[in-house]
C-alpha cells in the first residue's frame, strides 16, 4: 500500500505554477477574494488561499463585507472585479449569507474570471469537454492526484460515492472524458443506490465523496483498489484540545491495507484544492494574454 | 417481455402539449427553425418538426440559407430571433457546414430560446440540477419513456453505453438527478470500457447510445431489465428498395426476450425527440409568461 502525500503533490504544483509566474514579466497573474461576515472557517480558508498565493508570486487582494450587505451590492462589487482589467481570477468565499442566492452569486463572476469553477457556464464546458473551461478545485486536485500518483484510468473503473455538484459530479465527469487522465467507466452512487457495497467493490478507482464520517468500510473495497477519500469530517474526541478530531469518510485502518494506493485525511485531497485554485488563477492570466 | 411504443407515448405527450396549447388566448408558442444548406436528411426533419407544430396548434417559421452564408451571416439571423418577442423557441438544424463553428452557433442562441438544450448555459443547468434549463430532446425523451412505461429508477442501476454530449452524458446525468424518475445509480461505459459485458450485465435498465449496428447481444444483458435503444443504424438490405434497412445498436431478437421492457427500431426513441422539442417550446413560452 502506497500512501498518496497530498501535501508533497500539492507543493510540485504549487512549485510548478511559481516557476512559470517567476517567468512573467509586468504584472503578476491577480486573484480577488469576496469574503462575506465573519465566519471563522471562511476567515481560516480565504487567510491561507491568499498566503499560498504570495507563496507562488500572485498578487492578492481581499474584499471584505459585512453580513448585512446585500446581494445588489455583492453584485456591483463582483461587477467592477469583472470589469477591471488587473483582477484575472474572482472567488466569492462560500458560505454567502442566508438572505443571498449563493448560485445567483456565483454566476455573476464573469465566466473566464471564475477560477472557482462554480458558474453554470464552466460546469457545461466540463460536460462539453472544453479545455477553456475552469474546473471546480477540488475535482481538479483528485484528478492530479490520481494522475500523479501513477494511477492509471483508461479504461478502468471509477466509482464516485457521492452525487454533489461541487465534487460527486464533476470529478466523475473529468475521469469520462476523452483522453487521459480520462476514458475511465464511470458509475456514481450515492445514499438511494441499492447494494452500494457490491457497486463500491467494482471500483478500480473509489472515489469517496458522501459526508460521512469512515462510511465505506473493508468490504465495500476491492484488493488492489486506489481510494481517494473526498471526506472531512468532524467527530468528537475527548484527548483533543478542540474536543473534535477529523476523519475521512474512509474507515481508514481498515481499508488502507487493501488498497494499492490512498489518500489520507488530513493531507490527502484538501491541499490539493488550494494549489488547483492557484493553478486556475494562472491559467485565467494566461486566456488573456494568449 | 413489453414493447415499450415510442409512437403511442409521443403521441401522448403531443397530445398534453397541443390541450395545453389550445388553452393559450392571444399568440401561441412560436419556433423558429433555422436550415442551412439541403442536406436531404435535414430537410426532412426540419419539415417533420414543422408538422408536428402545426399539429400541436403552434406557429413555426423556417429561416432558409444557402450554404455558402457566412457565419457571421447566421448569426446576425440568430441575434435578430433572440431579440424577436414573438419567437419562444429556435433550434437551428444540425449538421451546419464545414466552415461554421456549430458549438459557437448553438452558443448563441439565448439559453431561454434554447428549446435544442446545446447551449453551455443549458448542459450546465441540467448538471446543477436547475429546473428551469432545457434538456436536449433525445435525453429528455428517453426519461419520458422510462417514465410513462412505469420502469421504476430509484436506486436502480442505470448502465448507458456511449458517452456522447447529445445522448449518453445528458440521459445518464438526468437519472442521477435527486427525485423521479431519477434517484438512480449511474454507470457510463464506452469504446475505452474494460469487460463491457460485464458492467452492462449490471444494469437494471441499459441505454445503448454508441451507434454501432447491433451492439448490444444478449449476453450483455441481465434477464428482467429494461432496454433502451438509441441507435438508428442504416444497414445493407438487399430485399429493400433503399437498398438498407435501419437497426438499433441492440441485437432485438437476441435481446428483447430476455427483457421486462424494450424499445424497438424504429418506433422507440425515435419519436419521442420531436415530441419533447414542442414540450420544450412550450415551456418557453411558459417561461416568458410566468
Redesign the interface.
Known sequence: MQLIDGNAIAESVLAQVAAEVATIRGRKPAVAFVRVGEDPASISYVAKKQKTAAQVGMDSRLELFPESTTQAELLAKIAQLNADPNVDGILVQSPLPKHMDE?KVFNNVHPDKDVDGF????????????PGGFVACTPAGIVELIRRSGTET????VVVVG?S?IVG??VG?LL?Q?GLPG????????S???NLAA?AR?ADILIAAIGRPRFITADMVKEGATVIDVGINRIPDATKKSGYRIVGDVDFDAVAPRTARITPVPGGVGPMTVAMLMNNTLKAWKKKHA
Not at 483508461?154 to 473503473?157: A, K, M, P
Not at 476514458?183 to 450515492?190: E, Y
Open positions: 448560485t458558474n453554470t457556464v464552466n460546469v457545461g464546458r466540463l460536460v462539453q469537454e472544453d483508461d479504461g478502468r473503473h452525487r455538484l459530479k464533476p465527469l469520462l476523452k476514458n475511465a467507466t464511470v458509475t456514481f452512487c450515492h438511494r443506490t441499492r457497486v467494482e
